[in-house]
C-alpha cells in the first residue's frame, strides 16, 4: 500500500463504483465552456496519482486545453469518457486563465510531459511498473532509453510503438496485461487516445493509472525541442511551438475564439 497524505485522505474518498479515489466533492470541477478542468497543481495531481493506484480499474488522466473546448463536444464517445476522466490536468494557459476569470479559482499549468515525469519518479519509489505506448518506434525505443537513464530503477514492463493496427489490438491489450504493468502512458495523439482509453479500458486488468501524453515521447527523445525555461515561466510555450512549427497555426486558430467565448461568458454570468 502507498503513503497517501494527509490532506489527500481529507479531500478525497474511495468511489466503489470506479474503484479509484476521486475528489469527495465533485464540484470542485470547474466548467470551462464546453469542457471541464480540475482545480489541481502537481502536487496534487501527483496526490491523486497516489490514490489511483490504490484502486483496482484504469482511471485515466488527460489534458485539458482550449483547443479540446471545440473537438470533445462534436464527438459523443470523447465527450463522455473525457467528462468520466477521474483527472483531467489544466495542460493550457488559456485554460488556467480562463478558471481564474470564471471563478477566481488560482490555478497553475501541469503540462502533461512533467506531470509523466511525476509519475515516472513516483513509480521508482513505490516500485510500480510501467508501460508506454505510442509514437513512431524510433522516438518510442529512444524515449524509453532516456526515461531509464532519468530513473535508473523505472521499471518499464513493456513498450509498443503507435502503429499496431486494429486486427492485433487484442494481442496488445495481452501484453500489456501479461506484463503487469501498473501505469499506462498512451502516446496516441489526441482524440485518439482518448477513444483509446473508452474502447479498450474494460479489457485492462493490471493498469491502475492511464495517462494520455500525446506527443511526450517526441519531446522526452529530443525530437521535438521543448520552449526554454523562460518561455516556461512566462506561459508562452505555445507561442515558442508555434514559431518553430507555423503549420500549428491550424490548431491554434481557435484561441481568438476561446477568448472571446470566456469573456462573454464572464459578462453574462
Not at 469518457?81 to 480562463?98: M, Q
Request: charged share 25%; aromatic share 8%.
Amino acid at each position: 500500500m502507498l503513503s497517501l497524505p494527509q490532506r489527500f485522505l481529507r479531500s478525497h474518498h474511495f468511489d466503489v463504483t470506479t474503484k479509484c479515489y476521486r475528489p469527495a466533492d465533485m464540484k470542485d470541477r470547474l466548467p470551462i465552456l464546453d469542457i471541464w478542468v480540475d482545480p489541481v497543481d502537481r502536487e496534487l495531481a501527483i496526490d491523486r496519482v497516489r490514490g489511483f493506484l490504490e484502486g483496482n480499474k484504469p482511471c485515466c488522466i488527460f489534458a485539458a486545453n482550449p483547443e479540446k473546448n471545440f473537438s470533445v463536444p462534436k464527438d459523443p464517445l470523447l465527450y463522455d469518457v473525457f467528462k468520466k476522466a477521474e483527472l483531467l490536468i489544466p495542460d493550457g494557459i488559456g485554460i488556467v486563465l480562463a478558471a481564474k476569470l470564471l471563478y477566481g479559482a488560482t490555478l497553475s499549468r501541469v503540462p502533461g510531459v512533467e506531470l509523466m515525469m511525476d509519475i515516472c519518479h513516483l513509480a521508482t519509489e513505490a516500485k510500480k511498473s510501467v508501460f508506454i505506448y505510442g509514437s513512431r518506434e524510433a522516438v518510442n525505443k529512444a524515449a524509453v532509453e532516456r526515461l531509464q537513464l532519468k530513473y535508473p530503477n523505472l521499471i518499464v514492463a513493456g513498450r509498443s510503438n503507435g502503429y499496431v493496427p486494429e486486427s492485433e489490438m487484442p494481442q496488445l491489450i495481452a501484453r500489456i496485461n501479461d506484463s503487469g504493468a501498473d501505469i499506462l502512458f498512451l502516446a496516441l495523439g489526441s482524440p485518439r487516445q482518448e477513444k483509446w482509453f473508452a474502447a479498450h479500458a474494460p479489457e485492462l486488468t493490471q493498469v491502475k493509472v492511464c495517462q494520455g501524453i500525446g506527443g511526450t515521447l517526441d519531446t522526452i527523445a529530443g525530437t521535438v525541442k521543448r520552449a526554454p525555461a523562460i518561455w516556461q515561466k512566462l506561459s508562452i510555450e505555445w507561442l515558442y511551438r508555434l514559431l518553430r512549427e507555423p503549420k500549428r497555426v491550424r490548431r491554434q486558430k481557435v484561441l481568438p475564439v476561446f477568448v472571446c467565448k470566456v469573456l462573454i461568458e464572464k459578462i453574462l454570468k
